[in-house]
């Protein structure tokens, strides 16, 4: 993961109505699968408007071969706890949700965040080959 200088200090104290500077950015550098080298690089932008999600090559550039999946992304990332933003491991991604909150009647995982996660890791691994994040 890396980030602006603006962002940072947001993102380790991430809460749920964070409230990051125009202007951050957050890159997670993705490896490739077997070798480990660098891969996809995923992109969020904070514009005056918006988030901006992008996928860059390994030059920094935007990668027309992900274009495509550039919708994808606000679907997983709106249910994020700070949404859009994850963050670092500790704030629970959606797969995590259900062990969370343990039911009395013993049945787990029937409900919610599952079916929500279950597509997740196939997601991710597709724009780009590589490892998921
Ligand atoms: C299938 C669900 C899913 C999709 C689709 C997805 N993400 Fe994510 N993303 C996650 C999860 C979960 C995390 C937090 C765990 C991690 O960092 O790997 C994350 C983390 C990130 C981060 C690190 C910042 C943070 O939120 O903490 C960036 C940047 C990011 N994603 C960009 C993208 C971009 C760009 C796309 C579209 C090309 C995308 N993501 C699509 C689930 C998804």
């Not at 919708?71 to 629970?92: D, K, N, Q, V, Y």
Request: hydrophobic content about 40%.
């Amino acid at each position: 993961m890396r980030l602006s200088p603006a962002a940072h200090a947001v993102y380790l104290g991430l809460v749920a109505d964070a409230d990051f500077p125009v202007g951050s950015v957050i890159l997670e550098v993705l490896r490739e699968e077997g070798t480990n080298l660098p891969g996809p690089v995923l992109a969020l932008e904070r514009t005056e408007a918006d988030w901006v999600y992008q996928v860059l090559d390994t030059e920094g550039r935007p990668d027309p071969a992900h274009a495509a999946s550039l919708e994808l992304c606000p679907r997983c990332h709106a249910a994020a706890p700070a949404a859009p933003i994850f963050g670092l491991p500790r704030s629970t991604p959606p797969a995590a949700d259900s062990a969370s909150a343990p039911s009395p009647s013993g049945a787990v995982g029937v409900d919610g965040p599952a079916s929500r996660s279950a597509p997740a890791p196939s997601a991710v691994g597709a724009p780009g080959s590589a490892g998921a994040p």
